[in-house]
């Protein structure tokens, strides 16, 4: 493998991305896939940390799956049992970590443009597992394998990303990787969940419209996130945007349904559709693996 400068072993985000960095991290991740549980010796005595400042069930754990499969040592941060409870930094925590010997570090947080200028001050690679509605690079890459392997391709792709685009870091890091690969993108939010300054790269259609895709990803409702009311109720927000049963049977035959998880079911998904033959929901969660994995190798490259 070719040594990489500290700059190509980050992973901040994918809009810097080309076609071949993307290309050459899915390509490996399927190496990773097709292996099976063998450890590589080669990674035993690197340490990395997963630090997320923010809560996690998915990210958190298939990076710790794959950092153990790949052998390596891992330091799992919670900031609730951390000094961030009284009052530390996360550019002092990062800091602090680093100058205890960790050679990689996995980082989701709130704030955005905090990543960059912690990979600016730190000599060690960061990887992105989501910052705040900026992107989660990680996620984008295991929703292209997931695509790239159902289809055995990515160009010439229609995805439609349905839901609460404006608080979605998913989103983003999709849009900008699908389109990177030549698939092309369209967007289908009510107006209180739009991100208007990515209207210029996916144009925004109805949901009848959206629904006429070859990958239909739905995006969680970020509760959490929203300061105002973005809807009335669950039920409103189902029947206008939601991917009913009843709108399931307009889809193209060939299409799938994604979704990043976790979900509210019964408000953007039934749950009828969760587990149907045509969802990759679970298999997104599993490629999570192989993909971190090959993320986590090129940090360590
Ligand atoms: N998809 C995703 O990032 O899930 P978690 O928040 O559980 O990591």
Not at 85 to 108: C, F, N
Not at 115 to 130: C, S, T, Y
Not at 274 to 300: C, T, W, Y
Request: glycine content about 6%; aromatic content about 6%; proline content about 4%.
């Amino acid at each position: 493998m070719q040594l990489k400068t500290l700059e190509q072993r980050h992973l901040l985000g994918l809009k810097d991305k080309s076609a071949s960095e993307i290309t050459e991290l899915l390509d490996r991740a399927a190496y990773w896939e097709q292996s099976g549980n063998k450890l590589d010796p080669w990674f035993q005595g690197f340490f990395v940390a997963n630090m997320f400042f923010e809560n996690s069930t998915r990210t958190r754990f298939s990076f710790e799956v794959a950092e153990k499969r790949l052998g390596v040592q891992v330091l799992n941060f919670a900031a609730a049992v951390s000094s961030v409870q009284k009052g530390e930094s996360i550019y002092d925590t990062v800091k602090t970590l680093e100058a205890m010997g960790i050679h990689a570090g996995v980082i989701r947080m709130k704030p955005n443009g905090l990543l960059q200028h912690l990979a600016e001050h730190v000599k060690i690679p960061l990887i992105n597992a989501g910052d705040g509605s900026n992107e989660h690079p990680t996620q984008a890459l295991l929703d292209l394998y997931t695509m790239r392997k159902h289809f055995g391709h990515l160009r010439g792709l229609k995805v439609s990303i349905i839901g609460d685009i404006s608080h979605s870091r998913v989103a983003r890091s999709n849009l900008w990787a699908l389109r990177t690969m030549g698939a092309s993108v369209q967007l289908c939010a009510p107006e209180s969940m739009r991100a208007t300054e990515l209207a210029e790269f996916a144009p925004y259609v109805t949901m009848d419209e959206a629904l006429n895709a070859d990958v239909v990803m739905m995006l969680r409702v970020q509760l959490e996130r929203h300061e105002e009311k973005a809807f009335s109720t669950p039920e409103q927000y189902r029947s206008s945007y939601g991917l009913t049963v009843e709108r399931e049977r307009k889809l193209k035959d060939h299409a799938i349904i994604m979704h990043p998880a976790p979900i509210n079911r019964g408000v953007e998904i039934d749950d009828e559709l969760v587990e149907h033959p045509r969802s990759k929901i679970f298999a997104q969660m599993g490629h999570g693996v192989p993909v971190r994995m090959a993320v986590m190798e090129r940090a360590l490259s």
